[in-house]
């Protein structure tokens, strides 16, 4: 139910877009009376324990005195009248616990399946930890570089003997079809997970015996899809570093966010709520942007950063990004070919293979799959 609520309520403008109230409402009614025929149950059951409890232990008590009674009376049972009585006494004491032990049963099992969600969670392995030797580094010196790199996801080849070289300082983009490989080019590099053969080398040394917090210090990541948090404009541009509001407002000048802040009620401290919800989709690429450019770590990764902005904020953010991107090293992935024409090296990714790579003007020449790529987004 509350899964439900938490969809319906933040999916609301597509849910009427697609007049899907009706729909939604029978959803929504049928999973509230599959609660409650559950919760009745679960109450009656628990409700009538503790008079069953009682009527069964009066019950015995009423037919043991009976019996009991009878034999003492008639002299048929080597117990005495006293020893009769005490046994009935400590009987009478043992339903009280005994209706409480089905209470405690009750509020047991109602336990065990919280338990069993959260185990799941819990009892998750973590596949990527660092190595019992892992390394320590603080800077980006030389290049990274990557030697017949594959990886599969659930037996399907996403990359296959990627072999790279990135030198420090150099731009370089990705650019391929929907399905290339270029995001997990990105999450390998990143560590989000292992590469399966071969192995990626930053400066030299194996990315798996370098500590997973220094690896990522060194790069500043801005996704497609944004990421912001309940909190302050300040707060999501200085996550996870301590905040200066100098830096701050000089990363969001950078990244063409300050004109929107400042019409913001409380400018910097203005509250942009749930992953940005106050703000539009343009605006929110423009935070995270920011956020990148504060960190200000020596590798930039953008991974289709300008996909959310008008035509006027993209040229103002990649004017910005220009200025950035000289004293840095740059892995850009982007669909819109034109932001990419810049760059070093264009890498051209297909069915998780590298076909071509070169600069622009190169691969133009090559009249191969790079230019049909342009040709079809100048149609």
Do not use: C, W
Not at 60 to 85: C, D, N, Q, R
Not at 105 to 134: C, M, T
């Amino acid at each position: 139910i509350n899964s439900i609520v938490d969809e319906t309520i933040s999916g609301i403008r597509i849910i009427k877009s697609f007049t899907a109230e009706k729909s939604l409402s029978e959803k929504f009614k049928n999973i509230n009376q599959q609660h409650n025929k559950i919760g009745t149950s679960m109450i009656r059951k628990r409700d009538l324990s503790t008079p069953l409890s009682e009527f069964l232990g009066i019950t015995v008590v009423v037919i043991v005195l009976y019996v009991g009674g009878k034999m003492i009376i008639h002299h048929t049972s080597p117990l005495s009248a006293e020893a009769f009585i005490a046994f009935i006494v400590i009987f009478s004491q043992i339903i009280q616990p005994a209706k409480a032990f089905s209470n405690a049963f009750y509020f047991i099992q109602k336990g065990l399946a919280s338990l069993k969600r959260i185990e799941e969670v819990l009892l998750e392995e973590n596949k990527i930890n660092d190595a019992p030797n892992a390394v320590s580094i603080s800077n980006f010196k030389d290049k990274i570089e990557l030697k017949n790199v594959s990886f599969a996801f659930h037996e399907r080849q996403v990359l296959k003997n990627i072999n790279l070289e990135i030198p420090k300082g150099k731009k370089i983009a990705i650019v391929g079809v929907s399905g290339a490989g270029k995001s997990t080019f990105i999450q390998l590099l990143m560590r989000f997970f292992d590469v399966e053969n071969g192995e990626i080398l930053l400066d030299g040394v194996n990315i798996k015996d370098i500590q997973q917090q220094d690896l990522r210090h060194l790069m500043a990541l801005v996704t497609q899809q944004t990421t912001l948090f309940n909190d302050t404009v300040s707060n999501n541009i200085s996550l996870g570093k301590i905040g200066n509001q100098q830096e701050i407002e000089l990363a969001a000048n950078l990244a063409h966010a300050d004109d929107f802040i400042q019409k913001m009620p409380q400018l910097y401290e203005t509250n942009i709520g749930d992953n940005g919800t106050k703000i539009s989709g343009g605006e929110q690429q423009r935070l995270s942007i920011a956020r990148a450019i504060y960190k200000n770590a020596p590798i930039l990764i953008l991974d289709e950063a300008t996909s959310h902005l008008d035509s006027n904020s993209e040229k103002l953010v990649q004017d910005a990004l220009q200025n950035l991107l000289k004293d840095k090293t740059a892995i850009i992935i982007a669909h819109r070919l034109s932001t990419v024409q810049f760059a070093d090296e264009i890498i051209v990714l297909k069915e998780g293979e590298i076909i071509e790579k070169g600069t622009h003007q190169q691969l133009m020449q090559q009249n191969g799959e790079y230019k049909k790529l342009v040709d079809l987004q100048q149609l």
